[in-house]
């Protein structure tokens, strides 16, 4: 049912999958790291048959999109031009956003610095910070009853710091065996790990994620998260792209928090806004700590679900994903 098209700017192409009937309601889904837009299937093809026009790009510096070189280009402001773009390519009207992990910022940035392009927000993973999803404003939030800051300065956000101070060290590592990095990324949540600190936490006092091995084990791929032959285009995508862009995201802190300043409103979100919470997320369970909090303030019409998954949620809980969004769509009158 997923088409594959490319749309050309003068300053960007964008590939995207597309589904659904061309007339109608538009729904896009936004992707985060290190994912393209291929991981939202489920969900596409399920909106899709519902009567939806789906679209899912892969961003900037992944898969068959424009990757250029350097760190400012992958500032939120540059990715959200894109879809500004891509929205227009695709006739303007007011869509459904739907955004997962660095995909959430993405798609709450557009919707407070754009609003009339959003006639509803869906966050999965990675609440809305209207001052700018960057560590200045992650870390005093940390549940600091988990992670104490003499310990853990900045909790289970350390990973971002280590991203910033050895940057190169941390695409060796990723790019060292690309389908291991990605069978390792890619696992199911817990409840085991609840109340647990996160392996994010540590990744400085191990000197990467990966440790002083400086790749990544072997793993097998959990095939009930990503199907074999989609698992496939995806280390295949990152064959090409590498980790390099990717990682870039996370070196415009500055940028992004000056660019939330210029949002209309404060960044206050007045459209319906739900957030999808994964119980077993050990990054970004908003039942711990205060990191829900900017986006409680900041969001006029804010809907909250709860889905026994870790990180991965549209792979994870493919199906609940979905039922979370229809019941959500009908309960708010979005469809």
Known sequence: MLSTKTFKSPRQTTQYLEAGPAGGPLMIFLHGW????????AQMEAFAADGWRCVAPDMRGYGGSSAPDGAAPYALEQIVDDMVELHRHLGGKPAVW?????????????????????????????????QGFALANLVPLVDRQLYPAAEYPDGQWDYCRFY???????????????????AAIYRPGSPAGVGK????????????????AHRAPV??????????????????AFRVTGFRAGN???????????????????????????FVNGDYDGLCDIRTGRISEPMRGACEHLSIAHLSGGHWLPVEQKAELIDAIRGWLKATGTA
Request: charged share 15%.
């Open 248 to 274: 870039a995201w996370y070196l415009n802190d500055a940028a992004n928090i000056a660019y939330a300043h210029t949002a209309p409103d404060g960044g206050r979100l007045r459209q319906p806004v739900l």
């Open 197 to 212: 600190v996160y392996r994010s936490a540590l990744v400085s006092r191990n000197g990467g994620w990966f440790g002083s």
């Open 219 to 236: 793993v097998a791929p959990d095939p009930s998260l990503w199907p074999p032959a989609d698992f496939d285009k995806l280390v295949a």
């Open 98 to 130: 739907v955004g997962h992990d660095l995909g959430s910022p993405v798609a709450g940035a557009l919707a407070a610095h754009h609003p009339n392009l959003s006639r509803g927000v869906v966050l999965a993973s990675i609440p809305y910070f209207p």
């Open 164 to 182: 910033v101070t050895n940057f190169d060290t941390t695409v060796q590592d990723f790019n060292a065996d690309i389908p291991a990095t990605l």
């Open 34 to 41: 290190p994912e393209i837009g291929l991981i939202w299937r």
